[in-house]
């Protein structure tokens, strides 16, 4: 099923939301209250919900552990997806360490990055030459990538990365990379998300 961006980031609001409802013992849900602690109007998450083929009743509402499941299976948490990251600096390296990606399904495989002094292949995630990340992609079928190399060498690397096989990256270099339409690229932008909340907070402090 294919849906559209929005609605993906919703899903995994509502995600979040029914896991702590689970975990305070609750069994079922209504579409208002999903709504209340997501921020998003009952009707959209009705409309969200039947889009997926869930179906509640008006009584009862909806049953958490079907919707959770259903959700696994359109955010692709049924399994466990193979991640690699590009550049291993500052964000490349913290990304690599986390722990937390693993419970949701992510996990990073290995690290490239064109400095002998960041190779290692023994550690716990492995970080290689950038030459073998063709080979790597390939041999794993790899299908997502995390780019965390400076602005001027990420375009070339996005070439190199379409080319071995990969549809989706996430981009932390600030530059609007261009790739196949088949590619999806989702650009981290942290100096954006500060200037919006700079502004909003500026507003708050005028009412
Ligand atoms: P960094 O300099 O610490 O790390 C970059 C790494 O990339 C280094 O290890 C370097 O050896 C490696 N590298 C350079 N050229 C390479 C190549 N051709 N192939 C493979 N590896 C290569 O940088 P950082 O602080 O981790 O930042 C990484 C990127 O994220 C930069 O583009 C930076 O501008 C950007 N950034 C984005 C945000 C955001 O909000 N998205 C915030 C901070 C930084």
């Known amino acids: 099923m294919v849906v559209c961006k929005k609605c993906v980031s919703r899903l995994s609001r509502y995600r979040k939301v029914l896991l702590r409802f689970k975990d305070l013992g609750f069994v079922k849900v209504f579409s208002d209250t999903v709504g209340d602690a997501t921020g998003v109007s009952s009707a959209q998450v ?7 083929g869930i179906a509640g009743n008006k009584r009862g509402g909806y049953n958490i552990d079907t919707l959770l499941d259903k959700m696994q299976i359109i955010l692709g948490k049924d399994q466990v997806h193979g991640v690699i990251v590009i550049g291993v600096g500052n964000i490349g390296r913290a990304l690599i360490q986390y722990k937390g990606f693993e419970k949701e399904g992510i996990a990073i495989v290995a690290g490239f990055d064109i400095n002998p002094a960041k190779i290692n292949p023994k550690a716990q995630v492995p970080v290689f030459s950038i ?11 790899i299908e997502i990538a995390i780019l965390s190399v400076p602005e001027r060498a990420a375009q070339e690397i996005c070439h190199k990365l379409v080319d071995a096989g990969i549809v989706g990256i996430l981009n932390f270099a600030p530059i609007r990379l261009q790739a196949p339409e088949h590619v999806e690229i989702n650009t981290v932008n942290l100096q954006v998300e500060l200037e919006n909340l700079i502004y909003f907070t500026k507003i708050m402090k005028k009412k």
């Open 46 to 52: 009705r409309k969200d919900f039947s889009l997926f």
């Open 131 to 141: 030459k073998n990340m063709k080979a790597f992609i390939k041999n794993k079928q």
